[in-house]
């Protein structure tokens, strides 16, 4: 499972992000060498273990619950489930937020990655049409959680094709374009989309290739 990050300065669930990962290592360590069948948590060992009364215990419960970090009791085991995306709240990162000037300097790397994709990597049946920002970028903060890219993507014309290597799938095409754009930091939350109306609103776009502008 993918390492869970956490912005320092953000709340989750309504608590510090330090807090999740003590508690959630506290209620881990509960179960260290049972199996799983038998690896169940109580409602009031949890709310023990995040250091909460029964209502906020019961909201947040219910909240892991309906995000699939815990397995609700059942017929014929109480307790809850501790789930591998729940144990990755024990593993998670916990860094400062991404300065704006930060986010700014990755959108000028991001729009020469756009490039080179398009002019190098002609064995990707896909290219970039364009890209746009959208999420925290669009508020008035200073320091941000992610900087969310919508990437729109578009199959190549065959003239831009490599004639000398196999082609990838479409598939594959599009998993290459979103990894280079996550190598570009870890703030940088790729999403690659067919039309450009399917980002959340508000957004702005900030690439486009030359023969399009």
């Given at each position: 499972?993918?390492?869970?990050?956490?912005?320092?300065?953000?709340?989750?669930?309504?608590?510090?992000?330090?807090?999740?990962?003590?508690?959630?290592?506290?209620?881990?360590?509960?179960?260290?060498?049972?199996?799983?069948?038998?690896?169940?948590?109580s409602a009031t060992n949890l709310r023990q273990d995040f250091?909460?009364?029964?209502?906020?215990?019961?909201?947040?419960?219910?909240?892991?619950?309906?995000?699939?970090?815990?397995?609700?009791?059942?017929?014929?085991?109480?307790?809850?489930?501790?789930?591998?995306?729940?144990?990755?709240?024990?593993?998670?990162?916990?860094?400062?937020?991404?300065?704006?000037?930060?986010?700014?300097?990755?959108l000028t790397e991001a729009c020469a990655l756009a490039q080179?994709?398009?002019?190098?990597?002609?064995?990707?049946?896909?290219?970039?049409?364009?890209?746009?920002?959208?999420?925290?970028?669009?508020?008035?903060?200073?320091?941000?959680?992610?900087?969310?890219?919508?990437?729109?993507?578009?199959?190549?014309?065959?003239?831009?094709?490599?004639?000398?290597?196999?082609?990838?799938?479409?598939?594959?095409?599009?998993?290459?374009?979103?990894?280079?754009?996550?190598?570009?930091?870890?703030?940088?939350?790729?999403?690659?989309?067919?039309?450009?109306?399917?980002?959340?609103?508000?957004?702005?776009?900030?690439?486009?290739?030359?023969?399009?502008?």
């Amino acid at each position: 499972m993918k390492t869970r990050t956490f912005v320092s300065d953000r709340l989750y669930y309504g608590l510090d992000p330090m807090r999740i990962r003590a508690a959630t290592s506290r209620a881990l360590a509960r179960v260290v060498g049972l199996p799983p069948a038998r690896a169940r948590v109580s409602a009031t060992n949890l709310r023990q273990d995040f250091a909460l009364d029964t209502v906020q215990g019961t909201a947040l419960v219910d909240a892991f619950v309906a995000g699939g970090l815990l397995d609700p009791p059942d017929g014929l085991r109480g307790g809850y489930g501790l789930t591998p995306g729940f144990a990755g709240l024990a593993q998670a990162r916990v860094v400062d937020p991404l300065p704006r000037a930060r986010a700014r300097l990755l959108l000028t790397e991001a729009c020469a990655l756009a490039q080179s994709i398009n002019a190098t990597r002609t064995h990707n049946p896909l290219e970039i049409a364009a890209f746009a920002v959208f999420g925290d970028y669009m508020s008035r903060d200073h320091h941000l959680a992610s900087l969310d890219l919508g990437v729109l993507v578009r199959l190549r014309l065959a003239a831009r094709r490599t004639r000398f290597r196999r082609m990838q799938s479409k598939g594959e095409g599009a998993e290459a374009i979103r990894a280079a754009f996550q190598d570009l930091s870890t703030f940088v939350r790729p999403r690659l989309v067919t039309v450009m109306s399917s980002l959340p609103r508000p957004f702005s776009i900030v690439f486009q290739p030359d023969d399009e502008v």
